[in-house]
Every structure is written in C-alpha cells, then in structure tokens.
T-cell receptor, first 111, second 114 residues
C-alpha cells in the first residue's frame, strides 16, 4: 500500500486559498487519490477523488502532477467552517479494499 | 435513506466485559469497514469486508472480531474489553470496485472501558 505524508497542521485566515499537499512516492499505476474532511465528533466526509491532472467540484480542486508522486488539495476562499482535519488516501486499484487513513492535516481557519 | 447507522452511540464497559457494535447500511454497498480513532489521532482500520460472508484484518485487528452475515450489516465484537480499547469507533461502507469509491461513514460509537 502506498504510504502518504501530509503536514500535521496548517493555519489560514478567512477568505484565503488553502493548499494542502500530500506525498505518495510509491503510488502504483492503478491507485487513485482521495481526500476526506473530518469535523470533531463526526465521521470523515468525502471531498474529492482523482487519478491524474486536475479535478474540480463544488467544494475543492485536486491537482495531480504527471508523476503522481504527490497531490494538492486546494480549498478556495476558506471560511471558519472549513476548520477540520483533511486526510489524503491512496486507494489501490480504486477498489476500496483497504481504505487506510494517515494522521491527516489539521487545518485551523482564523477570523 | 439513512446511509450508515451505528448502534449504540455511547457505551461504558467494565474491563473484561464483552459487547457487539452494529453497523447497518441501506445503500446496497459491497464493502464495509470498522475503524477506531483515539483522541487527536487519525483513523486506524480494524477489520473490513468486501462482501457478504467475507472479512479481513486491517491495521489493528487484535482484540476484535467481526462478522458479515448479511450484506447490509457489519458487526464488531469485543470479547474481553480492555481500557486500551477506549476509543471512538467508526463504520464505513463503499460500493466496491468500479468508478468512484466514496466512503460513507456512520456517526461513530464512543466506547469507554473502565
């Protein structure tokens, strides 16, 4: 399973764009990259998933370079309610067999 | 559509007692998972199942057993609870192979072993 590495924590201010980078140096050809968000006392919530290049939805954008050894979750114009833990996962074969979470990145958005 | 439902939401056990946590999903998902989350930490996979009648060990399976007798239910058992098993337990499900593998999580079960 590809191991992921992300910053432990990040601080930002309301209205700023936040970019969280995840390293997955040994990602395999069939692996997909998925990001989840977790608020205190709640289960994680799916944000976005991608395989290569760029994926955008109503919540975030996911940038994946050609070598796929890293990925960047971009949150545009964050608000206080975006304060949460963000997890980067590598999903073998997009099969969901072993969805393992690392420690995640604790994002604190300040007023 | 309830999604993923965990029962109970809270429980206090004495050391050595046993209990079963129930996870039920109504999305006809093939894959189901049990995680534990200790304070300030990420989620750790305990056991998972890729279909009815099948189970597999995750990262931290010791002290837990699971069963998937029905596709919609995934049970997590603690035969002899220990204080180290004090944690928040989350259940999740995904549709399985093919396409987007978005995981849906339950609301969690807060377990305290004294």
């Amino acid at each position: 399973l590809a191991k992921t590495t992300q910053p432990i924590s990040m601080d930002s201010y309301e209205g700023q764009e936040v970019n969280i980078t995840c390293s997955h140096n040994n990602i395999a050809t069939n692996d997909y990259i998925t990001w989840y968000q977790q608020f205190p006392s709640q289960g994680p919530r799916f944000i976005i998933q991608g395989y290569k290049t760029k994926v955008t939805n109503e919540v975030a954008s996911l940038f994946i370079p050609a070598d796929r050894k890293s990925s960047t979750l971009s949150l545009p114009r964050v608000s206080l309610s975006d304060t949460a833990v963000y997890y980067c996962l590598v999903d073998p074969n997009n099969a969901g067999n072993m969805l393992t979470f690392g420690g995640g990145t604790r994002l604190m958005v300040k007023p | 559509n309830a999604g993923v439902t965990q029962t109970p939401k809270f429980r206090v056990l004495k050391t050595g007692q046993s209990m079963t946590l129930l996870c039920a999903q109504d999305m006809n998902h093939e894959y189901m998972y049990w995680y534990r989350q200790d304070p300030g930490m990420g989620l750790r996979l305990i056991h998972y199942s890729v279909g009815e009648g099948t189970t597999a060990k995750g990262e931290v399976p010791d002290g837990y057993n699971v069963s998937r007798l029905k596709k919609q239910n995934f049970l997590l058992g603690l035969e002899s609870a220990a204080p180290s098993q004090t944690s928040v337990y989350f259940c999740a499900s995904t549709k399985g192979t093919g396409g987007l593998t978005e995981a849906f999580f339950g609301q969690g079960t807060r377990l305290t072993v004294v």
